[in-house]
């Protein structure tokens, strides 16, 4: 073989890489923009709340809106994602989220709630289309050996993201005038119509600016070659080998789905409901100063995730996780029992420990199973997170029943589920069930 052959063949997997190289930057962007989506809803809970004159249960169909559209769009992104690929997928998918971005200039507009709420129900949508698309791409975009470090690299970009997006709503959304029921009353029928559109259309620009960047990021994707990740189809094998009856039919793969469920539920009301723990447990609190506390949360939650990793280097995942929700249990009791500045730490380390929760219980509902059954289940488990929607409303209602603090008894009994599932797992080291 002549050199220049050799220089040639040498040279292919450099351009290979060099190909995907863009590729991937611009996927792994993706974690990082719906970070930023998923975590401004805690924010409009409670500028919601303020601007709305509304109940804890009502502030809460933020997140029912959101999670259900991630629940009832997830198959059909993924039908699609067959249909027209990952990339076709992704650019969808962030143009439903553009799209729902920019709805918000005209639901502030009009001042009407349930404008919000559909414009939070698309882009929950688009969302659903880039979860189920950028995860396995990926995974693909390079050598199979580095997938998993990839992907772990990814996900590191969604809390940075998270925290990008609390701190948006409260530099731009939280005006930090704050009046009270009583002082309320006492403005006239124009003042106080007046400052309620004033909340209202806070979140005008800022959603604006991140409607035209989403969209603006679409068309970077459109127009960027992205290499050739098709793989073999199976023409639908998993479906007449009844692997969906057989996952249907485990008993634990349905506890993992229960467990992801219950998880979900309680990340989400957690941290939706902690603006609002904070003002009502320390009376007088701004919400903007309320928000350094989501702001902290996020952080332990991203440094749980590195910790937790190293962790499972010397525990089960199953061990650990039964650990991190024994913890958890406790430190929402503290904050039922024990509210004000107790409580709102006790809230704030519970995110530490739920960072490698979702992971955790994500594998370990898959371990062992097959690549059908994995691909099935995957799926399966994505819609559990209408946890989100269901328990974070039953959140709601219990504070306007019992008050904040009580509320936060939903997640206790989310972390018991978790404890349960993990500690099935960590019991019993028997063989997968078929």
Known sequence: MSQATTATLDARPSAAASARLLPLILVVSLFFLWG????????????????????????????????????????????????????????????????????????????TYGIFLFALFVIASGLAFLETSANPLVTLLGPAETAAARLNLAQAFNPLGSISGVLIGQLFIFSGIEHTPEQQAAMSLAQRHAYLLQEAAAVQWPYLVIGLVVIGWAVIILLTRFPDTSVAPQEHAAARHGTLGRLLRSGRFMAAVAAQFFYVGAQVGVWSYLIRYVQATVPGTPARSAANFLTASLVCFMVGRFAGAALMKYLQPARLLATFATINIVLALAAVFVPGQVGIYALVACSFFMSVMYPTIFALGVEGRDDAERKFGSAVLVMAIIGGAVLTAAMGATSDVAGIAHAMLVPAGCFVMVLLFASRHWAGARPMEH
């Open 36 to 111: 930023v989506a998923n975590n401004l809803n805690d924010v409009l809970i409670a500028q919601f709340k303020k601007a709305f004159t509304l109940s804890d249960l009502q502030a809460g169909l933020v997140q029912s809106a959101f999670y259900l559209g991630y629940f009832l769009v997830a198959i059909p992104a993924g039908i699609f994602m067959r249909r027209f690929g990952y990339k076709g997928a992704i650019v969808f998918g962030l143009t439903l989220y553009g799209i729902g971005a920019l709805l918000f200039w005209p639901a502030a507009a009009s001042a």
